[in-house]
């Protein structure tokens, strides 16, 4: 089978100048965006994220305060523990056009947030 799928590929390809295979050897991924939020006297900075609708985006969270919080959303399905003065990463998206609110775990009272997808 391995011999029948390389002669099938020389075929389709023998007819095609090197260089025209270049743009598909060189194909780059476009950069995921990242955005930062800070957890400083167990509030979030900013408390309103704003990301395009149909992106996975990166969020960079540092915690300032010199204790724990958990980054916490039932509606993004996220939850992490941030030591204190540490930092993490999580992925969020693609999400559809709304509002997903998050809060701190250990705070929840004064660590609230909102991520709005436009």
């Given at each position: ?39 400083r006297d167990h509030l979030f900075f ?73």
């Amino acid at each position: 089978m391995l011999i029948i799928i390389r002669n099938t590929a020389r075929r389709l390809f023998a007819g095609l100048p090197l260089l025209a295979l270049v743009p598909i050897a060189g194909f780059v991924k476009a950069e995921t965006p990242e955005i930062e939020l800070r957890i400083r006297d167990h509030l979030f900075f900013p408390a309103t994220l704003e990301i395009p609708a149909n992106q996975k985006v990166k969020i960079r969270i540092y915690n300032e305060d010199p204790t724990p919080e958990e980054f916490e959303s039932f509606e993004l399905n996220r939850e992490k523990v941030i030591v204190g003065n540490g930092e993490t990463v999580i992925f969020i998206g693609p999400l559809k056009t709304g509002e997903y609110p998050f809060f701190g775990e250990f705070y929840p009272k004064t660590a609230q947030g909102v991520v709005v997808v436009k």
